[in-house]
């Protein structure tokens, strides 16, 4: 199959704002693609080689990828750079300069050889971008940048734009793993209707090439039977929040186990024998970046293979005192972990176990999973299970919720005890309500909301970004709606480093997942959540946060927002929903009656 079939479904996509649209353009890509490389199309469609867990990454920056273009288009670096000032996109420049080569192509360009272009495959695409991932060692930058002019030379202009894009992890074409779900129950199992068995199993091996694979090699029933694989991470189950004791136990029929909710990073371990492999909640692998934690892990899980679920968080270590979240993103770093083990040591709280042993335990109870946790967790001083209590009142609730304040935490986990207690992998429900410190104030909520787009500053703000447009998640349509303009609570170490940090998800038009009725100065791909509060929350003329629903013709919108931190752990998908949005609209009414 030729790249060239994949960029003309690419600039259809890139050209409509309906996800109708992609859709139905993805479908009509897939059912053409041979069986034997429907992974390698999805993946290059998602902007990746492989899936995201794996962690596979190009290793060039933007001065290696300009390397390759100016060798390509037989053109200075100078040239590249100076064409990128002007376009603003590594991905457009190569477009120009190599349609300008091309016009004036000798057969005997790039050091005098002969030159016989060949059109490029899927394959070639796919496995010259796997060289380029897998190079290493002494002389891998000159390796990736010739296998990426080998490519270029090759490329119709346009074919070239998208390479570049994509190996800087800048595709842009607004497709969510939920569209390519869509488009696979369609291409090739029963219509929209067969998307829930597929998305079931994507929650449980969250790897849509491999899982296309099956598909179309094993149908429906080979979906269905893809199971838990030790070193693959499962989707987390996420909670809803309520505001106050009475709600939560109401909801949960009159019992729960409150435990602490830890202010960490919440990790999913695998363990199998000695070898440990740790996810963050958005799937990435961080093994690397706590190899005290995989100690814990592989010397106090009591089995051959395991998946546990924990908060790893950091300690005092003189006095054993829990620290800030902030304080634990120190720890992700590259190069100097022993340094960052010895200043930001971590303990593991666990709270849930789903596979032990050969045995999945996803569809038992939560009780029963605590016991087989309690069971396999060796204790001490660094690993332990979560603080817990069994709370049947609200004053119970409620005296548990202060303790947990006092230690140090966000607030409480409430879960039921249900028979229906399952693990809800990758789905939001009131099995799990979370109870925090910040729910308390009836006028300052926090959400975690996505950044779609910015407004540049002026004065003292000149030169970046005064304030940043920000939306909630509306996992019915997939989209992202506006709630508020947020420009105060940044340092001015926040406010230098916003451009920077959102450089690589500029876009030149608003994005087809965000439905916004204000025009940005700049808007972005949704990809980086922050967490938000505000004095309250009420109808908004300009915002699309459940537009319609409290009122016609107006949405929702936090009233003086203020940004409180980056949310690095969370994906745009986890980010607060518009339902959230309006239950803590209805609630401060209710409590606004009173």
Not at 203 to 224: Q, S, T
Not at 575 to 583: C, F, G, N, R, S
Request: hydrophobic share 40%; proline share 4%; with cysteine.
């Amino acid at each position: 199959m030729l790249y060239s079939e994949l960029v003309e479904t690419y600039e259809k996509i890139e050209r409509t704002t309906r996800r109708t649209e992609m859709t139905a353009y993805l479908v009509a890509l897939l059912k053409k693609v041979p069986s034997e490389i429907i992974d390698k199309v999805i993946y290059l469609t998602q902007g990746k080689l492989r899936p995201d867990y794996e962690g596979l990454e190009y290793g060039m920056g933007e001065k290696l990828v300009m390397r390759a273009i100016a060798l390509a288009a037989g053109c200075s670096l100078k040239d590249v750079e100076e064409t990128v000032r002007k376009v603003g996109d590594l991905g457009s420049t190569a477009e120009i300069l190599l349609r300008s080569k091309k016009k004036g192509v000798s057969l005997f360009d790039f050091m005098g050889e002969v030159q016989v272009e060949r059109e490029l495959t899927v394959n070639r695409v796919y496995d010259t971008l796997m060289k380029i991932a897998r190079a290493s060692g002494e002389g891998a930058q000159d390796t990736k940048v010739s296998l990426l002019a080998s490519l270029l030379r090759d490329a119709k202009p346009k074919e070239a734009k998208y390479l570049i894009r994509t190996i800087l992890g800048r595709l842009r074409l607004g497709i969510a793993d939920m569209t390519i779900l869509d488009a696979l129950a369609i291409s090739f199992g029963k219509g929209k209707g067969s998307r829930e068995v597929i998305e079931r199993a994507y929650n449980r091996y969250p790897d849509l090439g491999y899982i296309a694979k099956v598909l179309i090699k094993e149908g429906l029933e080979g979906v269905k039977n893809i199971g838990i694989h030790v070193g693959v991470p499962i989707m987390p189950m996420l909670a809803e929040r309520l505001r106050t004791p009475e709600e939560i136990l109401q909801k949960l029929g009159g019992v729960c186990i409150a435990e602490y909710k830890y202010d960490g990073m919440r990790i999913q371990a695998h363990k199998k024998g000695n070898e440990v492999t740790l996810f963050s909640r958005r799937l990435e692998n961080v093994t690397h970046f706590f190899p005290d934690a995989c100690e814990l892990i592989r010397k106090h899980i009591k089995a051959n293979e395991a998946i546990v679920e924990g908060e790893c968080v950091a300690i005092d270590p003189d006095t054993g005192e829990l620290r800030p979240f902030q304080e634990l993103m120190h720890r992700r770093r590259k190069y100097d972990i022993k340094r960052a083990m010895e200043e930001y040591p971590v303990s593991l709280f666990m709270f849930d176990v789903l596979y032990v042993d050969g045995k999945d335990l996803t569809l038992t109870p939560y009780p029963e999973r605590r016991e087989v946790l309690k069971s396999i967790v060796e204790e001490t001083d660094r690993i332990r299970l979560a603080e817990w209590k069994l709370v049947k009142s609200p004053k119970e609730l409620e005296e548990f919720f202060e303790q947990a304040i006092a230690d140090g935490c966000e607030g409480v986990m409430c879960k039921s005890l249900m028979p229906n207690a399952i693990y809800q992998s990758g789905t939001r429900g009131f099995l799990w309500i979370k109870y925090k410190r910040d729910y308390k104030a009836e006028l300052a909520d926090t959400l975690d909301l996505v950044a779609v787009g910015a407004f540049w500053g002026k004065g003292k703000r000149a030169g970046t970004y005064g304030a940043l447009l920000m939306a909630a998640y509306d996992p019915g349509t997939d989209t992202f709606k506006t709630v508020c303009k947020v420009g105060s609570g940044f340092t001015d170490e926040d406010l230098a480093q916003l451009p920077k940090m959102f450089e690589p998800y500029i876009i030149d038009h608003k994005h087809p997942r965000v439905d916004s009725k204000m025009e940005a100065d700049v808007w972005f791909v949704p990809a980086i959540v922050m967490e938000i509060t505000g004095a309250e929350i009420t109808l908004s003329p300009i915002h699309t946060c459940a537009w319609g629903v409290i009122k016609e013709g107006a949405g929702l919108a936090i009233r003086f927002p203020r940004f409180i931190r980056f949310r690095p752990d969370k994906s745009p998908e986890e980010a607060t929903t518009v339902q959230e949005v309006i239950d803590l609209y209805r609630k401060q009414r209710k409590i606004v009656s009173k």
